[in-house]
T-cell receptor
Framework: AQSVSQHNHHVILSEAASLELGCNYSYGGTVNLFWYVQYPGQHLQLLLK??????LVKGIKGFEAEFIKSKFSFNLRKPSVQWSDTAEYFCAVNARSGAGSYQLTFGKGTKLSVIP | DVKVTQSSRYLVKRTGEKVFLECVQD?????MFWYRQDPGLGLRLIYF???????EKGDIPEGYSVSREKKERFSLILESASTNQTSMYLC??????????????FGPGTRLTVT
């Protein structure tokens, strides 16, 4: 079964600092990768996804992520964070389950706090 | 506009009660999912359904059951609620046949407290 590991539980940054959130997954086959964001009190929403093609994926609000297949990684980056980026970020992997259907597996999440 | 709704935002139940959490999607999606979200544990899949009356266990099905009598509705049932089931419950849906690249659409969540 696939698993997802997010390196940091809580990251605290000042505004304008650069952000990188680590995500590693374990699955030997073809995967699709996602970053979701959950702002305080709001739904989970998709930030970006990797399906195929260019391993550098751009998402909403200036976020991007790079898929490095050899490292089983899909790290999230943003060059300059804003206070409004304060949220919890979840990395997720979609791969075939044992039953043959697709199953989305989430990491434990990284809470980002941006200090004005 | 895509919409997944959950019957309650907040619910307080007593230990031993039977609890029903309802989820409805208006997008004609075949696949529906129930997760629980706990601090430091992320989202964990409880059950999912890929068609009416079909269900599969996720990673933590113990203590839960589900019902999918209509395509748009997926219910999570706690037969006898326990305090360790206090959590945020999230429902999600996705169409069939789109491959694994499709994003899941999430409902707003139900925060269940079992006392």
């Amino acid at each position: 079964a696939q698993s997802v590991s997010q390196h940091n539980h809580h990251v605290i940054l000042s505004e304008a600092a650069s952000l990188e959130l680590g995500c590693n997954y374990s699955y030997g086959g073809t995967v699709n990768l996602f970053w979701y964001v959950q702002y305080p009190g709001q739904h989970l929403q998709l930030l970006l996804k990797y399906f195929s093609g260019d391993p550098l994926v751009k998402g909403i609000k200036g976020f991007e992520a790079e898929f490095i297949k050899s490292k089983f990684s899909f790290n999230l980056r943003k060059p300059s964070v804003q206070w409004s980026d304060t949220a919890e970020y979840f990395c997720a992997v979609n791969a075939r389950s044992g039953a043959g259907s697709y199953q989305l597996t989430f990491g434990k999440g990284t809470k980002l706090s941006v200090i004005p | 506009d895509v919409k997944v709704t959950q019957s309650s935002r907040y619910l307080v139940k007593r230990t031993g009660e039977k609890v029903f959490l309802e989820c409805v999607q208006d997008m004609d999606h075949e696949n529906m999912f129930w997760y629980r979200q706990d601090p430091g544990l992320g989202l964990r899949l409880i059950y999912f359904s890929y068609d009416v009356k079909m269900k599969e266990k996720g990673d933590i099905p113990e203590g839960y059951s589900v019902s999918r009598e209509k395509k748009e509705r997926f219910s999570l049932i706690l037969e006898s609620a326990s305090t360790n089931q206090t959590s945020m419950y999230l429902c999600a849906s996705i169409p069939a046949g789109t491959g694994s690249s499709y994003e899941q659409y999430f409902g707003p969540g139900t925060r269940l407290t079992v006392t």
